[in-house]
């Protein structure tokens, strides 16, 4: 998933990337005039006249396809099993497991309560003052969302009353001026698509208001080149106007449409959809090669003139999922092309060779994160920037699931030291809760890295603004890391928040399953417990302003993926391993379930 504001009207990349950083508390789309205090006590939101008049609907489009892309009709190839194969359990661990996932789910119904009584039928629940927020497009961003969740929990009341609700959601219009693609394709149409999936078609609504929004979601690649306008002014299209896409789209708004739009094509036999997406991915493979990191994508391009010349490279925000997607649309395409296999393999090595990093660790775990790249800068072409995100904890899971599915096992020991250095960052952290962005101490030898104080001092200073430059004594730095809350091998914190993320136990859920180490489940409990310590409100839960702090200050908001990712893993990993199995279904960056067309129910 990524976080990160920007603007049509403001193309230049140091004005994306500030207003990444300055507004980084709302979610993509949010204006401050979308937030509001009030509780709609139930009452869905009336739109006014000026917010009636324009509405989707079919039209001529200006850049018709002539000939679709259809999807591969070669015959399936095999796909290796996944999940390990888990004994039976005992009495004692399945009492011992019940218990956790109780608790998980007693945390998922106190949030719900919270939405449903103070914001429903609006996109966000304000978890401290009872209000609500809209940041995409006001269709109920959270209930749409949850569906799954629901269903998986089994909360059948719950989703009656929210598919009853749904009918009540007119995805052709809203007041938003620009429709973010990436956002709403992922937890609208996402949404619809996995609770279709696990009810096996047994609610017609959720694949009608599938195609009602996809249908929408269309009319962004009605481009001179069928590249999406990211940010799509929508009233534009539906006017007649024409639209270009950005110059400066975010890699992973361009890169991660394509399972949604693949099950699309899949359910309602509509070949547009996966003609929509294969055109970029097409496009992707042309260029993968020719960046400044070949076999790597820059985390902005230009989708109008299709060129990748940003000299900025990372695995996280603003370019996570379209890494993550390469694996799952070959499973979602049963192996059908090979394709996306050959982009995973071409990315993997860079990834490998030029972002993985071990940091300097107290007690010496070997373990993994991955930094950045700047080719612009003079040490770019070697140097890797080692700054840790919460966002890339998702990397740990999709290396093991590659590991898997194409055959790579040797790789499996790295997606497992990703996954144990996002449960590190959590762990030494004063509230047990990683933050937002941090830097670490790299080891300059990856197989022989013991504790250097005096390395780790100066690291830190190194980090230290030249305006803010401290006396070059031991004392001195000791009273700054102290000062600044840094543990051992941490160099600085950037952003001490905690957002109710779920990229790390996303992958902890994902390698227990692929293990079965019984470790992983007990970090996630150790997760769980400190983050519903912290988090938790008289409404729901809330994001917190720093981690290091043991009682931190919280914030007023509480995005929809804390119900329909969030807490979905941690209910999952103390699930039974055939509750949405990763050899029956297919998780998109949201956690919404897409069920594999070679295992049908």
Same mark, same amino acid.
């Given at each position: 998933?990524?976080?990160?504001?920007?603007?049509?009207?403001?193309?230049?990349?140091?004005?994306?990337?500030?207003?990444?950083?300055?507004?980084?508390?709302?979610?993509?789309?949010?204006?401050?005039?979308?937030?509001?205090?009030?509780?709609?006590?139930?009452?869905?939101?009336?739109?006014?006249?000026?917010?009636?008049?324009?509405?989707?609907?079919?039209?001529?489009?200006?850049?018709?396809?002539?000939?679709?892309?259809?999807?591969?009709?070669?015959?399936?190839?095999?796909?290796?099993?996944?999940?390990?194969?888990?004994?039976?359990?005992?009495?004692?661990?399945?009492?011992?497991?019940?218990?956790?996932?109780?608790?998980?789910?007693?945390?998922?119904?106190?949030?719900?309560?919270?939405?449903?009584?103070?914001?429903?039928?609006?996109?966000?629940?304000?978890?401290?003052?009872?209000?609500?927020?809209?940041?995409?497009?006001?269709?109920?961003?959270?209930?749409?969302?949850?569906?799954?969740?629901?269903?998986? *929990?089994?909360?059948?009341?719950?989703?009656?009353?929210?598919?009853?609700?749904?009918?009540?959601?007119?995805?052709?219009?809203?007041?938003?001026?620009?429709?973010?693609?990436?956002?709403?394709?992922?937890?609208?149409?996402?949404?619809?698509?996995?609770?279709?999936?696990?009810?096996?078609?047994?609610?017609?609504?959720?694949?009608?208001?599938?195609?009602?929004?996809?249908? *929408?979601?269309?009319?962004?690649?009605?481009?001179?080149?069928?590249?999406?306008?990211?940010?799509?002014?929508?009233?534009?299209?539906?006017?007649?106007?024409?639209?270009?896409?950005?110059?400066?789209?975010?890699?992973?708004?361009?890169?991660?449409?394509?399972?949604?739009?693949?099950?699309?094509?899949?359910?309602?036999?509509?070949?547009?959809?996966?003609?929509?997406?294969?055109?970029?991915?097409?496009?992707?493979?042309?260029?993968?090669?020719?960046?400044?990191?070949? +076999?790597?994508?820059?985390?902005?391009?230009?989708?109008?003139?299709?060129?990748?010349?940003?000299?900025?490279?990372?695995?996280?925000? *603003?370019?996570?999922?379209?890494?993550?997607?390469?694996?799952?649309?070959?499973?979602?395409?049963?192996?059908?092309?090979?394709?996306?296999?050959?982009?995973?393999?071409?990315?993997?090595?860079?990834?490998?060779?030029?972002?993985?990093?071990?940091?300097?660790?107290?007690? +010496?775990?070997?373990?993994?994160?991955?930094?950045?790249?700047?080719?612009?800068?003079?040490?770019?072409?070697?140097?890797?920037?080692?700054?840790?995100?919460?966002?890339?904890?998702?990397?740990?899971?999709?290396?093991?699931?590659?590991?898997?599915?194409?055959?790579?096992?040797?790789?499996?020991?790295?997606?497992?030291?990703?996954?144990?250095?996002?449960?590190?960052?959590?762990?030494?952290?004063?509230?047990?809760? *990683?933050?937002?962005?941090?830097?670490?101490?790299?080891?300059?030898?990856?197989?022989?890295?013991?504790?250097?104080?005096?390395?780790?001092?100066?690291?830190?200073?190194?980090?230290?603004?030249?305006?803010?430059?401290?006396?070059?004594?031991?004392?001195?730095?000791?009273?700054?890391?102290?000062?600044? +809350?840094?543990?051992?091998?941490?160099?600085?914190?950037?952003?001490?928040?905690?957002?109710?993320?779920?990229?790390?136990?996303?992958?902890?859920?994902?390698?227990?399953?692929?293990?079965?180490?019984?470790?992983?489940?007990?970090?996630?409990?150790?997760?769980?417990?400190?983050?519903?310590?912290?988090?938790?409100?008289?409404?729901?839960?809330?994001?917190?302003?720093?981690?290091?702090?043991?009682?931190?200050?919280?914030?007023?908001?509480?995005?929809?993926?804390?119900?329909?990712?969030?807490?979905?893993?941690?209910?999952?990993?103390?699930?039974?391993?055939?509750?949405?199995?990763?050899?029956?279904?297919?998780?998109?960056?949201?956690?919404?379930?897409?069920?594999?067309?070679?295992?049908?129910?």
């Amino acid at each position: 998933m990524i976080l990160v504001r920007r603007s049509y009207a403001l193309p230049t990349v140091f004005i994306i990337c500030l207003t990444y950083f300055l507004f980084a508390t709302l979610p993509p789309g949010a204006e401050v005039s979308d937030i509001h205090h009030q509780s709609p006590k139930n009452a869905p939101k009336k739109p006014s006249q000026d917010e009636e008049h324009i509405h989707w609907g079919k039209h001529e489009e200006k850049y018709p396809v002539s000939d679709y892309i259809r999807l591969p009709t070669t015959p399936p190839s095999s796909i290796p099993k996944i999940q390990y194969d888990f004994p039976s359990e005992s009495w004692f661990g399945r009492i011992s497991r019940k218990r956790k996932q109780n608790a998980v789910k007693e945390a998922f119904k106190h949030a719900w309560k919270g939405y449903k009584e103070n914001a429903w039928l609006q996109d966000e629940l304000s978890p401290l003052s009872g209000g609500y927020r809209n940041t995409f497009a006001g269709w109920a961003a959270t209930l749409v969302d949850s569906l799954d969740s629901l269903i998986i *929990m089994g909360l059948n009341d719950e989703f009656e009353d929210a598919l009853e609700a749904l009918e009540q959601i007119d995805f052709t219009t809203t007041s938003a001026l620009q429709i973010n693609i990436f956002e709403t394709n992922i937890r609208y149409l996402g949404g619809l698509l996995g609770a279709h999936d696990l009810t096996n078609g047994k609610y017609p609504i959720l694949l009608r208001k599938a195609v009602e929004i996809a249908d *929408m979601l269309y009319g962004s690649f009605d481009t001179r080149n069928r590249m999406p306008q990211s940010r799509w002014e929508w009233t534009r299209s539906a006017t007649g106007l024409t639209i270009r896409p950005s110059g400066n789209t975010i890699l992973a708004e361009l890169g991660s449409l394509n399972l949604e739009f693949t099950r699309m094509t899949q359910l309602t036999g509509d070949p547009k959809y996966f003609d929509a997406i294969q055109r970029i991915t097409d496009n992707l493979e042309s260029a993968q090669k020719r960046t400044k990191v070949p +076999g790597l994508w820059p985390m902005m391009v230009d989708a109008n003139s299709l060129q990748f010349n940003d000299p900025r490279f990372t695995i996280g925000g *603003m370019a996570d999922s379209t890494y993550e997607y390469l694996p799952k649309e070959h499973m979602l395409l049963e192996g059908r092309t090979q394709q996306y296999q050959k982009m995973y393999e071409d990315a993997i090595m860079p990834i490998k060779e030029r972002l993985l990093f071990r940091p300097m660790t107290k007690d +010496g775990q070997d373990i993994l994160f991955s930094g950045n790249i700047n080719t612009a800068s003079v040490s770019g072409q070697k140097k890797i920037d080692p700054q840790a995100e919460h966002l890339k904890c998702f990397l740990g899971g999709t290396v093991g699931i590659s590991a898997k599915v194409f055959n790579r096992p040797e790789e499996l020991s790295i997606a497992r030291k990703l996954t144990d250095g996002c449960i590190w960052a959590y762990d030494i952290m004063a509230t047990g809760i *990683m933050p937002e962005t941090l830097y670490l101490s790299p080891c300059e030898n990856q197989d022989d890295c013991p504790w250097d104080e005096q390395k780790w001092h100066k690291d830190v200073r190194s980090r230290i603004p030249q305006r803010a430059q401290i006396e070059e004594t031991d004392s001195a730095i000791l009273e700054f890391i102290q000062k600044t +809350g840094l543990p051992p091998g941490v160099t600085e914190i950037t952003d001490g928040r905690y957002m109710l993320r779920p990229e790390a136990i996303e992958s902890v859920f994902v390698m227990y399953r692929i293990t079965g180490d019984k470790k992983l489940q007990d970090a996630a409990w150790r997760m769980f417990k400190n983050i519903d310590k912290v988090t938790r409100t008289k409404y729901a839960h809330a994001a917190i302003g720093d981690v290091r702090n043991p009682k931190p200050v919280q914030l007023d908001y509480m995005e929809s993926f804390w119900l329909a990712e969030t807490l979905k893993y941690f209910y999952l990993i103390f699930s039974g391993p055939d509750v949405i199995s990763l050899d029956e279904y297919v998780l998109n960056t949201e956690a919404h379930p897409f069920r594999r067309p070679s295992n049908p129910s």
